[in-house]
T-cell receptor
């Protein structure tokens, strides 16, 4: 079967750095997405990785290792507004999006 | 600019009642359209997707159905709701296949079946 694993919940301090991991086992790979979802709202796009390496976009960076079936989302200089769920999603060989259950990130002052 | 809107935002329905959720997209032509359901503690589940008017693909067997009567309109329906239909429903669109770009989501519709 296809599987996306992410920690259920993480806690971090305002101003700090946090890394949210995602491991996947899918039938093929055609890219990996990270989305942010605030409580009760729709997900919004953060990043897309299809090649190995690090993609940096402001305070957020996303890393991919296809050989390890692994990605992480790195959030720097955390702000209270970063409190949200972070969803990892993989495009499989049939070009279907397989979604993880999401990681709820709690930021404390 | 492109926008997506879905409604109603929340609804409480008795078991056995019908359902209609509507979604419209503005500012683009021939989008790919999707209906997802999000249950607590689980990943987004794709229910239906459409690549054009009248073209609907169903991903899971269920008592829900979808229709695309116009290019930028996507409707999710049920004739008789079940308790298990409760959840957060999200409409989304994309310009191409999912690996070529991001999904843009509507605001979501929270359905509670009692």
């Amino acid at each position: 079967g296809q599987n996306i694993d992410q920690p259920t919940e993480m806690t971090a301090t305002e101003g700090a750095i946090v890394q949210i991991n995602c491991t996947y086992q899918t039938s093929g790979f055609n890219g990996l997405f990270w989305y942010q979802q605030h409580a009760g709202e729709a997900p919004t796009f953060l990043s897309y990785n299809v090649l190995d390496g690090l993609e940096e976009k402001g305070r957020f960076s996303s890393f991919l290792s296809r050989s390890k079936g692994y990605s992480y989302l790195l959030l720097k200089e955390l702000q209270m507004k970063d409190s949200a769920s972070y969803l990892c999603a993989v495009v499989d060989s049939n070009y279907q999006l397989i979604w993880g259950a999401g990681t709820k990130l709690i930021i404390k002052p | 600019s492109q926008t997506i809107h879905q409604w109603p935002a929340t609804l409480v329905q008795p078991v056995g009642s019908p359902l209609s959720l509507e979604c419209t997209v503005e500012g683009t032509s021939n989008p790919n359209l999707y209906w997802y359901r999000q249950a607590a503690g689980r990943g987004l589940q794709l229910l239906f997707y459409s690549v054009g008017i009248g073209q609907i693909s169903s991903e899971v067997p269920q008592n829900l159905s979808a229709s695309r009567p116009q290019d930028r309109q996507f409707i999710l329906s049920s004739k008789k709701l079940l308790l298990s239909d409760s959840g957060f429903y999200l409409c989304a669109w994309s310009e191409g296949t999912v690996n070529t770009g991001e999904l843009f989501f509507g605001e979501g519709s929270r359905l509670t079946v009692l």
